[in-house]
């Protein structure tokens, strides 16, 4: 992160081989707690006078960063020593004290009163290797807020996959509030210059399938 003048974790390659999945253990120079979320999406940065509650163990949370290198050359009224940089990102710290993100809390889909986060349901589907690409959003739903929406491409051309064949795949991997309940095929993922997935156009795509 351009904020942070780089990486603040790093995941050992021994841990790696180990099967450990997670981004690793904070920098030496860096400060990193987990705060409990507010309704606060973009990332910023403040000067502390009052934390948000610390986040125990294992619980998801808003990623809250301190450092001597935070915001160095641009943010010149804030001293890095007594601020905190909060990136788009939720996660929770393990046991080892490795980090573990879950996901962006502006992607972060409610629906049914139960929090989604696209990652995981996209993680999902493609380990059905059912599909080569895809991705998840929340499109407006007047029973439970938002529903799950998923736009995806299928592994194969000539034997394209179902979103019946897709729901099965998933019933061992989420849970069903996870599910996507709409869903529609596509030849490419819409994306930007960057090449990532650009969300709003994924979100009016499955707008005008469900029309």
Known sequence: MSETAAQVTTLLPEDFQRGIRSSGLPLPHVQLVIHQTNDQTAPQITAQTKSPQTQPMGTVGRIALRSPSLGLGYWPTVKPSSSRFYPDDLGYLDGRGHLHVVGRNSQKIITGGENVFPNEVEAA???????????????????????????????????????????????????????????????????????????????????????
């Open 125 to 211: 589907l493609l380990t059905t290797g059912l599909v080569q690409d895809v991705c998840g959003v929340g499109l407006p739903d007047p029973l439970w807020g938002q529903a799950v929406a998923a736009l995806y491409i299928p592994a194969s051309r000539s034997n394209p996959v179902t979103p019946p064949q897709l729901k099965a795949a998933l019933e061992p991997m989420l849970s069903p509030y996870k599910r996507p309940k709409r869903w529609q095929s596509v030849h490419q993922l819409p994306r930007n210059r960057q090449g990532k997935v650009n969300r709003p156009q994924v979100v009016a795509l499955l707008t005008a399938a469900t029309d």
